[in-house]
């Protein structure tokens, strides 16, 4: 599976984007695919994450309703819609793949493939 982020970009604070995570070499039936952040000198993420086949979704406790996790079967690509965005926003966010579903879906090392991110830069 490939992934490829797109949608990221600067916006001022209290702005929205939509991110997008683009899949190929084969479909997402049976994956949960998440969402990951890192910002400048700190520790990479958990944002939230969605199950392919059913669209369960879950999110960090600090999202508090600002992002929405979705996907879209057809074009075989999960979207991040954020929405008043902050400056401690700004990171590199990335999409992963994981075909572990019963595993501890914000664990990082649960995710077997990755995209290389974009960035997302919230100005004040």
């Known amino acids: 599976v490939q992934l490829v982020e797109s949608g990221g970009g600067l916006v001022q604070a209290g702005g929205s984007l939509r991110l997008s995570c683009a899949a190929s070499g084969r479909t997402l039936s049976g994956y949960r695919m998440g969402w990951f952040r890192q910002a400048p000198g700190k520790e990479r993420e958990f944002i939230s994450r969605i199950t392919w086949s059913i669209g369960a979704t879950y999110y960090a406790h600090w999202v508090k309703g600002r992002f929405t996790i979705s996907r879209d079967n057809a074009k075989n690509t999960v979207y991040l819609q954020m929405n008043n965005l902050k400056p401690e926003d700004t990171a590199i966010y990335y999409c992963?793949?994981?075909?572990?579903?019963?595993?501890?879906?914000?664990?990082?090392?649960?995710?077997?493939?990755w995209g290389p991110g974009t960035q997302v830069t919230v100005s004040s």
């Open positions: 992963a793949a994981s075909t572990q579903l019963s595993t501890i879906s914000s664990n990082m090392g649960t995710y077997d493939y």
